[in-house]
């Protein structure tokens, strides 16, 4: 799973206010990123300034997925290695990234 950790401040993400820290996301452009690597991840969510980007988010456990559609803007890296941090709990491990679309 990645979970967002924090935003880039002045970012699309964290101007938007609609993606909020905790969010998982579970799909970027509609393409399923259970099982990615952080790489992988980067790959989707960078692209082009200015180009859109779709978002699928799931806030809270039980709560329905949400689409959030970004601008992509020059932030840096979607997913830094320093910030991959895996829990030891029930079910698959837990990614937290940041979000710099």
């Known amino acids: 799973l990645f979970v967002v950790n924090t935003l880039a401040p002045?970012?699309?993400a964290a101007m938007s206010d609609e993606v909020q820290v905790q969010d998982t996301l579970v799909t970027v452009d509609g393409q399923a990123v259970q099982g990615l690597s952080c790489d992988a991840?980067?790959?989707l969510i960078l692209g082009e300034p200015d180009s859109?980007?779709?978002l699928g988010l799931r806030r809270g456990p039980y709560s329905v997925c949400?689409?959030?559609?970004l601008r992509r803007a020059k932030v840096?890296?979607?997913c830094h290695p320093a910030?991959?941090?895996r829990e030891r709990q029930a079910g698959p491990p837990t990614v937290y990234w940041m979000v710099e679309s």
């Open 52 to 54: 859109p980007v779709l």
């Open 83 to 85: 910030q991959i941090k």
């Open 76 to 78: 840096g890296l979607a």
């Open 41 to 43: 991840l980067t790959q």
């Open 66 to 69: 949400i689409d959030v559609e």
């Open 10 to 12: 002045g970012g699309p």
